[in-house]
Structure formats: C-alpha cells, structure tokens
C-alpha cells in the first residue's frame, strides 16, 4: 500500500491508495509450455529478450525462433544450445533404454552416424532400432545400457 501526503494552503491531507503490483502477463506467454517452442517463448519473456537477441544467443536467424514458437520442432543440432539458453531441458526422458537413448541422441543433437560413431554400432543397425523397425537382442539392450550409463 502506498502513501500520499497532500498539502492545502489551510491544512495537511494524507491518503492511501491500494494499487495492486501483481504482474501482468502479455499476450502469447504460455504459461504451462508443452513444445520446445513455447518453453523458449517463456524463457525469453521471463528475461526480457527479444527473438533476435535468443537467435544470437542460440546461434539462429530470428526466423528460425519465430518459427520455433510458432509450432516448427527445431532440427536435432541446436538442441544442445535451447538447452542452454533454457537451463534444463526441456523433454522428458523416458523410461525404456531405447527411449532413453534416443532422448540422449536428441539432447546432444546427434544424428544417427554420429551417435552410431560414438557407439561403434553401424548407422543402419541404430536407425532400425531408433525406428522401432528391428528390436534389439538382450547382449545388444545391454551394451546400450552400458554405453548410456558411461555418458
């Protein structure tokens, strides 16, 4: 609550005025964001960025961003920098060992070659499990298993 004092050639007046200091949101912020989109719409509002300065800060053109918030996924290599920007990420991990390592390869914006590198498993053979086209044997879900619990 606030004070005012409130002089008069004759005598002094004092009143109060109760103005309420709650923060108004504007329009489009998601309070409950779901995609990767509106978690950086959030992030930037709440920081007070413009989509050209979180570009720069992700390394994208503002197109790029207006698109995210917009409902366009964002390509597998930026991810590594939204999840920066945000300071967590921003998908869940799931339970099972292939979710959870194709919950790794997009946290670190692998692609399949690239991951099948890190792994030594062949690209074609991760794409078919990655793909839920093949199902992994047992000795392989435990090499997976390894290979996750290593990073």
Sequence with gaps: MLT???YTHL???SFSIQIPLEKQQLPGYPEFPITVGEHIRK???DV????????????????SI???EHGTEPELQYNPSI???LGYIPFDCPDDTIGR?????????LTVVALGNQMKIHPDQLYEWLSATRKPFNKSLQRIERFLESQ
């Design 4 to 6: 005012f004092l409130y």
């Design 11 to 13: 005598k002094r007046h």
């Design 66 to 68: 207006w698109n995210w």
């Design 48 to 63: 007070g960025l413009l989509q050209r300065e979180v570009a720069e800060i992700i390394g994208v053109t503002e197109s």
């Design 43 to 45: 992030k930037r509002m």
């Design 101 to 109: 390592l194709a919950w790794y390869r997009r946290v670190q914006g």
């Design 83 to 85: 999840i920066k920007f």
